[in-house]
């Protein structure tokens, strides 16, 4: 899965993906991330928990639930 987070909130988020496959930063500072979670409900769960401070870019569905 694919997601842009804010710095800040970046262990909150690691803390329960089950995996970090990649990062870097965007140009307006906030970090790109392909991170794998157990399922999508895990996922889902997992970023309603940031807020605003992260967003589902892939996969698709996350991504539109997210919107």
Known sequence: MSIRVDPQRREELLSTAVAVRAAESD??????????????????????????DAEALAPEIVADRSA
Do not use: M, P
């Open 27 to 52: 140009q307006d500072g906030r970090l790109r991330l392909e991170v794998t979670f157990q399922d999508l409900r895990h996922a889902e769960w997992a970023l309603w928990q940031l807020g605003t």
